[in-house]
């Protein structure tokens, strides 16, 4: 039997689904792969609850708005530092926001512990950082869910590099907010009302100024440009914002109640767009060269032209596919989604175990 146990940062919404799998499916993962998987501990921003006795408590907890520190929290340090049991394999499963979590994600590796990854913060900063998390990672670090949510991106460019395929440039339409956005303009909406729109079917962060700044593409640009092997810092990659001038630091609802005063000069944008060719949000990341990220006109029989909704595309052109691309369509974020792109890198880890243990 494998014995695995769970340390996970971040009961969000991502967070809450990974949970309900682990919980849901366990029973049949033990029969199938003779896997004995447990939390060790879940943690927010209050603290870790150790076990997994409350876990239930804690997911409705979450829902309903609450802190883990009324069910009563550790440090998430001291959890960390604590060896686990011999014979049992630690993951440290880091579904936080942005920046907060790398020095713990840090201290799990050091530690021996494997790293999987939706958070985009830990692999998209400064390059000194990065490189000292992959170093102490080595073969230990797993992230197929920062970019694409579920979808196969990231295996899918691994994969093209380990076969010995070179990859000449990645084009991605990669966040289902500006897709969205762009998609419901071209339908005839008004800037201000698809914004609105893609908040309130939940496509946009409840500030869409974090999806419309386009760092979030940055980011993605950055793992993809790192996972090709580029060595880049993150101000090397100039994105352009649409959160419309003026706006960038005022309260959200003046920000809400204001934004159709850029309803006109968007719509000028996407009437100067030239014939059989669309307003998309790219990023382009070839093998050498600048890396962009911003508005781009496509032309329409290009992958980017279809786009409908909050579909995320990504084309790769490499040696090997380099008349016809190889390029991956589908829905790019969703917790559910983005939690089975999470289980499936556990289930990895697991594999694995299993094939070391063979060797
Ligand atoms: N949602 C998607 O479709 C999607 C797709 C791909 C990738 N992602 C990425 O997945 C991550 C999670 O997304 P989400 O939608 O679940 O976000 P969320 O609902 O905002 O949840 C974030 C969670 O992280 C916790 N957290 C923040 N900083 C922490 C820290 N320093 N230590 C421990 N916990 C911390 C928060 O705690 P509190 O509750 O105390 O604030 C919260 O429980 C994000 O990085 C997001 O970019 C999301």
Known sequence: MKRVEIVQLGLGYVGRAVAQIVIEERKRWMESLGLDLRYRAVADTSGALVGEELLPQAIRL?????????????????VLEAE???????????LAVHGGTFDLDLLGVRNGSCLVLSNKGPLSGDSGQYES??????????YEATV?????IISTLKGLVDTGDEVVEIQASPSGTLGFIMSAVEEGKSFSEAVKEAVALHYAEPDPRDDLSGLDVARKAIILARTMGRE??????PYESLVPDGLEEVPLPEFMERLPEADEEFAARMRSVGENHMLRYLARIPAEGPIEVGLTEAAIETPFGPINGPENVFDFRTRRYSDVTLTVTGPGAGPERTASGVVGDMLDIVR???????D
């Open 62 to 78: 979450k829902e309903d708005g609450g802190k883990l520190s009324e069910l009563g929290v550790e440090p998430v340090e001291d």
């Open 84 to 94: 686990p049991e011999e014979g049992v394999t630690r993951i440290v499963v880091d």
């Open 133 to 142: 998390l992959i170093e102490a990672a080595g073969d230990r670090l797993w």
């Open 148 to 152: 694409g949510a579920g979808m196969p």
């Open 232 to 237: 880049i810092e993150p101000s090397e990659i």
């Open 352 to 358: 694995k175990i299993v094939r070391n243990e063979e």
